[in-house]
């Protein structure tokens, strides 16, 4: 998978643009360094935290916001005229985005072990709206223990020690399919 024809165009106008203009719209740079893996830039950088600041508790907003990036005429990339619009190279970053609320505890009381799950997923939907389901940890696939430092062996048997579990999670992909995340502890 290779950068778009509009991505390109749109990393020239970024590239391009002298250091007196005014900023540019920081979804625009949200979506060109998540495409291009988040290098170390001037542009990249503050594009990584305002995402990463979006899906910081409370309330979890969606990282990628297409509606705020004008990036029209030239570059192609009609994003505020409805999903039919999204050329198919960008609706695919947006939808690679996984998020993951994880709100999950056990403790043992009783002689009995007491289970608490209320985490969600995130997804766009085909309107390009974050939506979120129920989902139960129990059920979470391997790589999201390894990330998390979650206890994969107690979630999954429900035996164990006490154990809270919470914190926002965030995976996406590049332009060349690799995968990268971030965890939010809170």
């Known amino acids: 998978m290779q ?3 509009g ?3 749109f990393a020239v106008m970024l590239i391009a643009v002298p250091s007196g203009s005014p900023a540019y719209p920081i979804d625009c740079a949200i979506l ?3 495409a291009g893996g988040f290098p170390a830039s001037t542009e990249c950088t503050p594009a990584k935290v305002e995402m990463i600041r979006r899906i910081t508790p409370f309330p ?3 990282p990628l916001q297409l509606w705020n990036c004008p990036m029209g005429g030239g570059g192609g990339l009609p994003t ?3 999903p039919r619009q999204l050329p198919p190279e960008v609706r695919a970053y947006r ?3 996984e998020l993951y609320h994880i709100d999950y505890s056990q403790k043992r009381g009783g002689g009995d072990m007491h289970i608490r799950d209320r985490s969600r997923q995130g997804r766009y939907d085909v309107a390009g709206n974050l939506s979120w389901s129920k989902m139960e940890m129990r059920e979470a696939p391997s790589w999201i223990f390894a990330v998390t430092g979650g206890d ?3 979630v999954k048997s429900g035996f164990g020690t006490i154990m809270f579990w919470r ?3 965030m995976r996406w992909r590049d332009y060349q399919g690799k995968t990268s995340e971030e965890w939010v502890p809170y």
């Open 80 to 82: 505020g005229e409805g």
């Open 7 to 9: 991505i390109k165009a």
């Open 152 to 154: 994969e062996q107690k």
């Open 95 to 97: 939808d690679a985005i």
């Open 167 to 169: 914190g926002v999670l």
């Open 3 to 5: 950068l778009s024809t």
């Open 32 to 34: 060109l360094c998540l």
């Open 60 to 62: 979890v907003e969606p």
